[in-house]
C-alpha cells in the first residue's frame, strides 16, 4: 500500500511515503546517537528497510555537495526524503518517526506548536552540551 502519512509542522508539512527511500546524516562518532539509530532499527523493523545512514564523520565536502552545512550536521540530525528535500533538527526525527507506526503518534506530538519549540530548545541544549564535553562544538 502505497499510503502517506502526513503530521504538522511549523513551516508546513512532514509528508512521508514508508516505501520512499529516506537518506539519514548521523554522527557516528557520538555513542548516543549511534545508540539512537539501533534503537530506531529495531522499532522499525522492516519499516526501516528504506532508511539509508551515512555517518557525516570525514565527510564535510560530500555534505557541502548536498547543500548540508557540516557545522549544521553536527548540531542537527539532517535526512533527506524521496524528493530529495533536506530535513532538519526536529523535521528529520518527525520523518522518520511517521515511518513507524508505534512512534507515529509521538512524531504528531512532537509536530505541536506548543511543544515544538520547547523541544527544540532542549535538542539544541542537549547537542551542545554533548559536543563541547567531547570536544567537537564547532564555530558558528
Known sequence: ???LVVFPRTNGL???RPNTRVTVYYDGACPRCVADRRRYER???????????????GREEELRQTG??????LRE???RDG???????LDAYI???TRVPLLRPLAWLMGLPGIRPVLSRCY???VVRRLRRSGRLPEK
Open 77 to 79: 540530525l539532517h535526512a
Open 14 to 16: 512532514v509528508m512521508s
Open 43 to 57: 522499532m522499525a523493523g522492516t519499516g526501516g528497510e528504506n532508511v539509508e545512514w551515512l555517518d557525516i564523520t
Open 68 to 73: 548540508i552545512d557540516p557545522g549544521d550536521a
Open 83 to 89: 524528493e530529495g528535500v533536506i530535513h532538519r533538527e
Open 95 to 97: 520523518l522518520l518517526m
Open 124 to 126: 539544541r541544549m542537549l
Open 1 to 3: 500500500m502505497n499510503r
